[in-house]
C-alpha cells in the first residue's frame, strides 16, 4: 500500500534542501491527476515564503547552438564557486505520442551529479513558448529548497520562445557562426525581449565568423527599443570548448539583474509574470473543466463534428460552449 503524501513532511523535506523530497514536489506539480492539484497548490502556498530570493535565468536559441553545453560548463562552474544550482531544462513534447525524449539530464552529466547542482528535465507538453506549464511552480519549489540561482533551457522553437520571458530575471539567446544571415534572419521577436546576446562555439574557424556575427547582431540593436532604458543588449562571445567567454557571461548576468534589482524593476516584473501566470492558469482551468464535465465534454465532441464538416464555424462553436458552461454553473 502506497504511504499518503503529507504536505507538512513535503514542506520540511524541500526547505532543508531534501533531493529527494523536492524532485516529489515537483512531480506532484506536474501531475495531471485532478485529486493532486489540492495537493500541489496547498505545497506551493506552504512554500512561497520561503522562495523568491533566487536569480532567475532563461536560456533559449538557435537548434544546434549548445545550449546544454554551456549551461552545464557555468553551472558547474558557479557550484564549484558555492553557488547552489538549480537547471530546469525543457525537452520537446511529441505532437503524435505526446512523449519528450527528456534527455538534458544525459547531456548535463558532470552538473547532474555535482552536490550542489539540481537539474530537472521536463516535457513541454505542448505548451506553446518552450516551456512546461509547470515551470513556474517548479522554480518555487527550487527556490524553496535553497538553490539560488534558477537556470530555465527551453526548446528551441524561434519566435514563441518569448513565453520564458514570463519567468526569469534575465533572457539570454544563444546563436552560433555562421547560422544564416544574423540580420536577415534575426528573429525580432525573441531579440526585442532578450538582455543578452552570447554567439557561442566562437572557437578554431569559427572565430572570424563569430565575430562577424557579434558585429552585425550590436549593429541591429541600435534598430530595437531596449528592455530597459539603462541596459543596452551585450553580444558575447563564448566558447565551451575551449572555456572562453563563461566569466564574462556571469559578470554579465550579474550586471544585468543588480540593475534591475536597484531601479525596482525587479519587483515590478515578476509582480506582471504572478499575474498573467495567474491568467494562463485561468486558461487550463477551464479546458481541465470542460473535458472533466460530461455534459460538456460531449456537446464539445459534437461541435467538433459540425465544425470538421464546416457546417458551423469555429468562432459559433466557441460562443455556444461559452453558453453551455454558463448553464452548467446556474
Sequence with gaps: MVKPLSIHALVDGVTRGDRASVGRAITLVESKRESDIPLAQALLTRLMPFAGKAMRVGFTGVP???????????????????????????????????????????????????????????????????????????????????????????????????????????????????????????????????EVVVVHKADGEREVAAKRAASELSSAFHYLQRTHADWETPVLLASSYEGRGIDALWETIQRHHTLMETSGELVKRRSRQATRAMWAELERSFLRWIHSDPKLRAHVEKLEVEVAAHRKTAGMAALEVRRAMRLTTI
Design 64 to 194: 544546434g547552438a549548445g545550449k546544454s553545453t554551456l549551461l552545464e560548463l557555468l553551472g558547474t562552474t558557479l557550484c564549484d564557486q558555492g553557488h547552489r544550482i538549480a537547471v530546469l531544462a525543457v525537452d520537446p513534447s511529441s505532437v503524435m505520442s505526446g512523449g519528450s525524449i527528456l534527455g538534458d539530464k544525459t547531456r548535463m552529466t558532470k552538473l547532474a551529479r555535482h552536490e550542489n547542482a539540481f537539474v530537472r528535465p521536463a516535457a513541454s507538453s505542448g505548451a506553446l513558448g518552450g516551456v512546461a506549464p509547470k515551470t513556474r511552480d517548479a522554480m518555487t519549489i527550487l527556490e524553496a529548497a535553497g538553490y539560488d540561482v534558477v537556470f530555465v533551457e527551453t526548446v528551441g522553437v524561434g519566435q514563441s520562445e518569448t513565453a520564458v520571458r514570463d519567468l526569469v530575471d534575465t533572457f539570454v539567446w544563444l546563436t552560433i557562426p555562421n547560422a544564416g544571415d544574423e540580420l536577415q534572419g534575426i528573429k525580432r521577436g525573441v531579440l526585442e525581449l532578450v
